[in-house]
Nanobody, 122 residues
């Protein structure tokens, strides 16, 4: 069983930066695909960044290079560095893990989720 706990969310001004963390326990050592999603009130959950077991990384086109996903295998942690934040980035941010091979973009393809951490940009 995989457990995920996000942290690092906060209220910041536009153009500020935040670093989100996701602590992974359980079968973290065999987690193949790890990803960050976000969801604003009234909107669908959208994918932001994905990192697979081979080190391949992908980002949502809408981010335009402002976010960076990294993983520390020794600490069983996933991170999301967010720079040049905009009010539109305001959302609940979630990390998600998939143990099977493949790194899909749909939330429905990820069985394990954290509780989320709130990011508010004003």
């Amino acid at each position: 069983h995989v457990q995920l706990v996000e942290s690092g969310g906060d209220s910041v001004r536009a153009e500020g930066s935040l670093r989100l963390s996701c602590a992974v326990s359980g079968y973290a050592h065999i987690a193949y695909c790890m990803a960050w999603f976000r969801q604003s009130p009234g909107k669908r959950r959208e994918g932001i960044a994905w990192l697979d077991g081979d080190g391949n990384i992908a980002y949502s086109d809408s981010l335009k290079g402002r976010f960076t996903i990294t993983r520390d295998k020794a600490k069983n942690a996933l991170y999301l560095q967010m720079n040049s934040l905009k009010p539109d980035d305001t959302a609940m941010y979630y990390c998600a893990v998939r143990l099977n091979t493949g790194c899909p973009t749909r939330p429905a393809d990820f069985p394990y989720w954290g509780q989320g951490t709130q990011v508010t940009v004003s």
